[in-house]
């Protein structure tokens, strides 16, 4: 008997706020999704439908799914006598593995922003909106097998990404300006990751940066809140430039931005740019699965074919 080609809808929808995280596994297989109130759901790209995944004990601010697909960690904020943390959950059925405390000891309260795995799966990075100097964000390494983080001060700066660029090194963007003033103002940093020492490779050419993440190939793919997102080596040139800021998804031979009139277009490594319509709501996470553009907007996702 033959089997019935699956309908791939224009929209999928689920109970996600503006507030929501979405995370794709690397095989492209499921993601998940975060709604209100700590509700949580998975996407089956078989079937291209959403189902309740789990329940966490609050909404998480990061969601960030392990190199093999298996494992996923997210971030909460403290609630009554739980402190920030990191946890980290079995994938299939949200059962937990290892909870990490990730309250900065020097101050009373943090959200870590963002997470990233290293590429053994044996450690995260987050950065935290705490104050470790002056009104900096920092750096977090979450040891999983330890059960351990280590707080790392970079510099004095208003914005911070950071992503690992093999298991023991990491790159650092800062920017120490809130608002393009002129030129842009940041700078490039790479972290060895055991030792806490920095190593400055100059001035990152970026306005605001947002998030920096490894790519498939081992490079790094850089968003800022103003600047062009950017494709960069692992020291930090650039390879090639796409969108003008805001939300960006990167594969390593193209640039999927959308600017803030919800407009998306596409920037092949040549240079050479497409116009792919524009976004049906303002979108939080972007994705790409099997040649189609997801965009995480409240109460669904939106479904874009790229050929």
């Known amino acids: ?30 993601a998940l999704v975060s709604g209100q109130l700590g509700a949580m759901f998975r996407v089956d790209f078989s079937t291209w439908k959403a189902t309740p995944w789990t329940k966490l004990s609050s909404a998480p601010s990061a969601i960030e799914l392990s190199p093999d697909g298996g494992r996923v960690a997210v971030s909460l904020s ?19 593995l290892v ?23 044996a450690r995260l990075l987050g950065v935290s909106s705490s104050a ?21 001060q970079v510099c004095a700066h208003h914005t911070l990404a ?3 660029i093999d298991d023991r090194s990491a790159m650092v963007l800062s920017s120490r300006a809130v608002q ?35 790519l498939p190939d081992g490079r790094m793919f850089a968003t800022a809140s103003y600047s062009p997102s950017r494709v960069i080596d692992q020291h930090g040139t650039v390879v090639f430039l796409g969108g003008n800021g ?8 193209t640039i999927i931005a959308m600017d803030g ?33 997801l965009l995480l907007q409240e109460k669904q996702i939106q479904v874009l074919p790229l050929q």
Do not use: C
């Not at 909870?99 to 799966?121: H, K």
């Not at 390494?141 to 059960?147: G, M």
């Not at 805001?246 to 390593?252: F, R, T, W």
């Not at 490594?269 to 040649?291: F, H, N, P, Q």
């Open 261 to 293: 009139r919800k407009n998306l277009t596409l920037t092949r490594a040549d240079g050479a740019v497409i116009e792919l319509g524009k976004a049906a709501k303002a979108s939080t996470a972007m994705a790409v699965v099997a040649g189609r553009l």
């Open 162 to 164: 950071a992503g690992f």
């Open 78 to 96: 403290s609630e009554g006598k739980s402190p920030e943390r990191v946890e980290v959950r079995d994938a299939s059925d949200g059962s937990l």
């Open 99 to 121: 909870s990490i405390n990730a309250r900065d000891p020097s101050q009373a309260s943090s959200v870590i922003e963002t997470l990233t795995w290293s590429p053994d799966g």
């Open 132 to 152: 470790v100097h002056k009104d900096s964000p920092h750096v977090v390494v979450f040891e999983l097998a330890k059960k351990q983080a280590r707080h790392l």
């Open 246 to 253: 805001g939300l960006a998804y990167s594969d390593g031979a």
């Open 180 to 214: 393009p003033e002129g030129t842009p103002d940041t700078d490039l940093w790479l972290l060895d990751v055991d030792s806490g020492a920095l190593d400055r490779k100059g001035d990152g050419d970026m306005d605001v940066v947002r998030s920096v993440t490894r």
């Open 1 to 30: 008997m033959a089997t019935k080609e699956v309908k791939v809808p224009k929209t999928i929808k689920l109970e996600s706020s503006f507030g929501s995280r979405m995370a794709v596994s690397p095989d492209g297989a499921f």
